[in-house]
Nanobody, 125 residues
């Protein structure tokens, strides 16, 4: 069992930056592929970014490529999402998720086994 706790959300002006953190419990964190997803009001959950268990491979949605960076520190059981050049359309609840198998499609939420409670990010124009 893995518990995930996100932090770092908040209100920021367009063009600003935020760094989200996701702290994981458990001793097998370094075996999981980790992902970030987001859900805006009235919209479906969407993939944002993912990182392999060792951190050597990263994936991004086209909408955030070049602005967001996912990273992880396995010694601290933490995954990060650095968000720069934020836009109002980035406003959403952001969730981190853990995938035990790392063999499915990284962009599909159904592939992930554990989810955090989410953290709100609001970008004002």
């Amino acid at each position: 069992q893995v518990q995930l706790v996100e932090s770092g959300g908040g209100l920021v002006q367009a063009g600003g930056s935020l760094r989200l953190s996701c702290a994981a419990s458990g001793r097998t964190f370094n075996r999981y592929r980790m992902g970030w997803f987001r859900q805006a009001p009235g919209k479906d959950r969407e993939f944002v970014a993912a990182i392999s268990w060792g951190g050597g491979t990263t994936y991004y949605a086209d909408s955030v490529k070049g602005r967001f960076t996912i990273s992880r520190d396995n010694a601290k059981n933490t995954v990060y999402l650095q968000m720069n050049s934020l836009k109002p359309e980035d406003t959403a609840v952001y969730y981190c998720a853990a995938d035990r198998s790392s063999s499915g499609s990284y962009y599909l939420g159904d592939e992930y086994d554990y989810w955090g409670q989410g953290t709100q990010v609001t970008v004002s124009s």
